[in-house]
């Protein structure tokens, strides 16, 4: 940041000032406005001259959303995911990418010319959909975490850390007696916190945030993630084109299930819209290695 | 020494001895074998007559199935002759294209910008903020989205109340809103994720040539223009080298969120189309040739816009 000498602020600095003000605004309102409607009674809601507080403060929605077991059985699947696959992913990615550290391994050369091929080319959305039926894990909560066990991109930041840490001790462990998955497990994993930290974040995000897999390679609604559950509320909302038409009792449902519908999309974003702020360091570190290696 | 030692050793010796970590790593390759290159077998789908869902991929079966006519190359020859073909480059394209030339220069704006403001605190907090719609999912601003854009949604009241328009509508019903919505939603949720890069970069940069510029004279505007954007200009060649690769690739999660049958005249893009033939018309196979075509289309894009940048600015990315 270029540190001017001069301190007085000129109208150009005012500008910039409102317009980044105006940026935040533009940035929080929706989010805001869609906590405020969520807390509203949802048919004061349809009135409308709602802006900055709810008017009939209520919970009811949330209260509909926690005793739904719908939407409580969507949350356990997602929160499944998001643990078991993070943990797993980090794990065994970290892990090839120890092995792969190492440049006397035979074939060194070999696998990484196999992982590098697969950044730019891939079979597609169907082929990938017919591999998923094939080995049967359609309709399996293992669709969400073996598929997603290993990512060449976050191998290679792996790789790039683990490069760097000193080769000393590893050496003694290995006079030890310590085998590599030995040396992996004590050593090499303790040390490497920051990188593990980073990585599972954007995982973690990754299983939070997606829906698809729940859309394509699942028919259970045991087994759908809540943003799948989502996804379905709104798809069909969004093609619904008028709610004043319907008879009474379809257009209250409707209004209804919109507050439900916000109070959803609120308890959902909640975890990591409380989290990012704090964490952001980490998110930025990873966004940077990515850029810089990709 | 080592290196002595170890040609010495025969081919299996050396594999024993590092038996743990041929272990480790030949976990990994063998899932790259199961969910990378698998799939990528798979693509013969394309060039097959009608491939049904219920015959395996590794099986005599399927090896032995019909060919497609043409060649196998029907299933293309059918793409192109297909009446939404041109609807569907359209709508990829033309999306793609404005978000290339509005949704790809204006985080480098906003990086200049919050660049300039004084006060490290309030930076800081701008630009926290500014991450945040990055951590919403497409299916919560999509949720946002159809609350706003609804007949009674707040858009409408507000536009009804300064007497704008005397009715509300349901946007997303309507095609001819589908483009600027997907633009900008797609801003108001990357603007600010996207600058990071930038603003790193911009870190980077050596302090004493602004010292040196301010001497010589040079106001806020030309220190950016003669500073701060060339030596960024590295990486926002980059950065835009991977956007034109990417093209043919319209944000799927954002525009599967919000496509739906009424819209589908400008919001059938190509990932949109293909999972709807395969989904919902069973035709895996005229599927998987319309994905095929999108992969080597983009590939050879990125190949161009990767020459292409070489030649003007030096700056590549293989």
Same mark, same amino acid.
């Given at each position: 940041m270029p540190n001017r000498s001069l301190k007085t602020y000129t109208i150009g600095d005012k500008v910039l000032v409102a317009l980044m003000l105006l940026l935040c605004f533009i940035t929080l309102y929706p989010v805001w406005y869609t906590i405020v409607i969520s807390f509203n009674d949802s048919t004061d809601s349809l009135r409308g001259g709602i802006y900055w507080f709810p008017r009939k403060f209520t919970l009811q929605s949330y209260i509909t959303v926690f005793q739904d077991k719908t939407i409580i059985k969507a949350f356990r699947v997602t929160i499944l995911r998001t643990l078991i696959g993070t943990v797993t992913n980090v794990l065994f990615t970290s892990m090839v990418a120890f092995a792969l550290?190492?440049?006397? +391994? +035979?074939?060194r050369k070999f696998y990484m010319i196999l992982g590098t091929i697969t950044m730019f080319f891939g079979g597609g959305l169907i082929p990938y959909f017919i591999l998923i039926k094939n080995i049967g894990l359609y309709d399996s909560f293992w669709v969400y975490v073996i598929p997603s066990l290993f990512n060449f991109y976050n191998m290679i930041i792996f790789m790039a850390f683990f490069r760097e840490l000193p080769a000393g001790l590893e050496e003694s462990a290995k006079l030890d007696g310590a085998n590599e998955i030995v040396i992996f497990i004590r050593i090499i994993l303790p040390l490497s916190l920051p990188v593990l930290a980073t990585i599972a974040l954007f995982t973690g995000v990754y299983h939070w945030n997606d829906y698809f897999m729940g859309v394509m390679y699942t028919n259970k609604q045991d087994l759908q993630p809540i943003q799948t559950f989502l996804y379905r509320i709104v798809a069909s909302a969004s093609a619904?084109?008028?709610?004043?038409?319907?008879?009474a009792g379809v257009a209250a449902q409707q209004v209804s299930s919109q507050s439900v519908r916000l109070a959803t999309m609120v308890v959902t974003t909640a975890p990591i819209v409380c989290v990012y702020p704090f964490l952001q360091k980490y998110f930025v570190k990873g966004m940077l290695i990515g850029s810089i290696k990709g | 020494m080592k290196q002595i030692q170890l040609h010495k050793k025969t081919f299996f010796q050396r594999f024993r001895d590092e038996k743990y970590l041929q272990i480790m790593a030949l976990l990994g390759i063998a899932w790259m074998l199961v969910f990378n290159y698998a799939p990528m077998y798979g693509i013969i789908i394309a060039f097959k007559k009608n491939y049904r869902i219920t015959v395996p991929l590794f099986s005599l079966e399927f090896l032995k199935s019909e060919w497609a006519a043409n060649g196998g190359f029907y299933h293309f020859i059918q793409f192109f002759k297909d009446e939404e073909f041109v609807n569907v480059m359209t709508n990829t394209l033309g999306i793609s294209l404005i978000k290339l030339f509005v949704n790809f220069p204006l985080p480098i704006v906003f990086a200049l910008f919050l660049n300039e403001v004084r006060s490290h605190k309030f930076k800081k907090v701008v630009q926290t903020i500014s991450y945040l719609p990055h951590f919403l999912s497409w299916v919560v601003l999509g949720g946002i989205l159809t609350t706003w854009l609804s007949e009674t949604g707040l858009f409408n009241e507000l536009l009804v109340k300064s007497g704008i328009v005397a009715q509300g509508k349901?946007?997303?019903?309507?095609?001819?809103?589908f483009w600027s919505i997907v633009i900008l939603s797609d801003l108001w949720k990357e603007l600010g994720w996207s600058a990071i890069i930038y603003l790193a970069a911009i870190a980077g940069i050596d302090q004493e040539l602004y010292e040196a510029a301010r001497i010589d004279g040079a106001g806020r505007m030309r220190q950016i223009f003669s500073i701060t954007l060339p030596s960024i200009s590295g990486t926002i060649t980059i950065l835009f080298i991977l956007a034109v690769g990417g093209?043919?690739? @319209?944000?799927f999660d954002q525009i599967f969120v919000l496509w739906n049958p009424l819209n589908s @005249?400008? @919001?059938?893009v190509i990932d949109i189309y293909t999972y709807n033939v395969a989904m919902r018309g069973m035709r895996y196979s005229y599927a998987a040739a319309i994905g095929l075509f999108k992969s080597v289309a983009a590939f050879i894009l990125l190949f161009i816009a990767n020459k292409v940048t070489k030649k003007i600015n030096e700056t590549s990315l293989f």
């Open positions: 550290s190492k440049n006397h +391994i +035979i074939g619904s084109k008028t709610v004043v038409a319907m008879p | 349901t946007y997303l019903a309507y095609p001819e809103y093209l043919f690739n @319209s944000n @005249s400008r @919001s059938n």
